[in-house]
């Protein structure tokens, strides 16, 4: 196995930062958690409201076309609550995917003094981003959306407005398991919508007139094929991801690996947190209300951090390799 010092030798060296370049040693990783973290993409925010209508709009149809006109009380009352509590923890999931750090790396931390810090032994190589000019630790990739690095990068998903990296993971799983789950549920419940009102001739089965009736369930069915099928296959390789220890970059740009990998159930602890428990799927998990409120007020007062999508070229990714040897020079 090759070490990280031999994976990018042809790659264009930098100085560790510019002469105009700056960085402030108190914005450190610690600061950057107590901020509210949101992602002010255009493009990002729209696809997050769009996929919060949809389930809003899902959650519409199944509750007051379908269920509510049945008069059946206890199938109207057992998926209602199924429904509901699926439509909660996937809007859950989604917040939490979206507003919490991907794990962004300190931007503009490549200093002498943070240099002298790492206590690096000679010969020892690391590399430096010369777009957010950070210290890029191994596996972490730079987010052109986001404007920074970001730990185990494995995509920017605009539906989220957020990367999915080392520390929102788990979240983004749950997210799209859930939004799986209320798709495959909304498909069935359509399924014996149309059954009841053919077999009834479209007479009370629903509150609304039949052609208002048909397209709102067709609409439905749309949407749910369309969602089931998306997520579904995300679900897919994001739980193949873990088990190989292998983010989507890295087997795109078929990277070899440089890390000792942490396989199959130990990859899904990594991940989702100590042994397999019911808190693996929940959203709530770790959440603290107090906490994200003292965030808040400290967000208010400073700037929130922001991140993307890696290049997919070397020159694109451009990283600096700096020897230990060669730093007085560089420095100086």
Not at 44 to 66: E, K, P, R, S
Not at 116 to 133: N, R, T
Not at 206 to 217: A, E, H, N
Request: hydrophobic share 40%; with cysteine.
């Amino acid at each position: 196995m090759q070490s990280s010092g031999h994976r990018f030798r042809d790659v264009e060296h930098h100085p560790l930062l510019a002469e105009n370049d700056s960085y402030d040693s108190s914005s450190s990783e610690s600061d950057m958690a107590d901020r509210v973290w949101f992602i002010r993409d255009g493009c990002g925010m729209v696809c997050a409201v769009m996929t919060w209508l949809l389930v809003i709009y899902a959650d519409f149809v199944v509750t007051f076309v379908m269920l509510l006109p049945s008069k059946d009380f206890w199938y109207s009352l057992i998926n209602g609550v199924l429904f509901n509590c699926l439509a909660v923890l996937a809007l859950s999931s989604h917040l939490r995917t979206m507003l919490t750090d991907p794990g962004a790396v300190p931007k503009g931390n490549a200093t002498k003094e943070y240099m002298e810090s790492l206590q690096l032994k000679p010969g020892e190589v690391i590399y430096k981003c010369p777009k957010c000019c950070s210290i890029k630790p191994e596996r972490a990739h730079h987010c052109s959306i986001c404007k920074r690095c970001i730990r185990k990068m494995d995509h920017h998903c605009p539906w989220v407005n957020n990367c999915v990296g080392e520390r929102n993971q788990r979240f983004f799983v749950l997210f799209t398991m859930y939004i799986a789950l209320i798709s495959a549920h909304a498909l069935i419940l359509c399924g014996f919508q149309f059954f009841s009102c053919v077999r009834g001739q479209w007479i009370e089965c629903s509150d609304f007139s039949p052609p208002v009736t048909v397209i709102l369930l067709i609409f439905l069915c749309l949407e749910g094929f369309l969602f089931l099928t998306f997520t579904a296959v995300m679900f897919g390789t994001q739980i193949h991801s873990i088990c190989n220890d292998e983010t989507e970059i890295e087997r795109l740009k078929s990277e070899k690996p440089t890390w000792e990998r942490r396989l199959r159930w130990e990859g899904m602890k990594s991940v989702f947190g100590g042994q397999p428990s019911l808190l693996w799927i929940n959203p709530f998990a770790g959440f603290r209300i107090r906490r994200l409120m003292l965030r808040a007020k400290k967000g208010a007062k400073g700037n929130t951090a922001c991140y993307h999508i890696p290049n997919k070229t070397t020159s694109e990714l451009e990283k600096s390799v700096v020897s230990n040897q060669l730093l007085p020079s560089l420095v100086e």
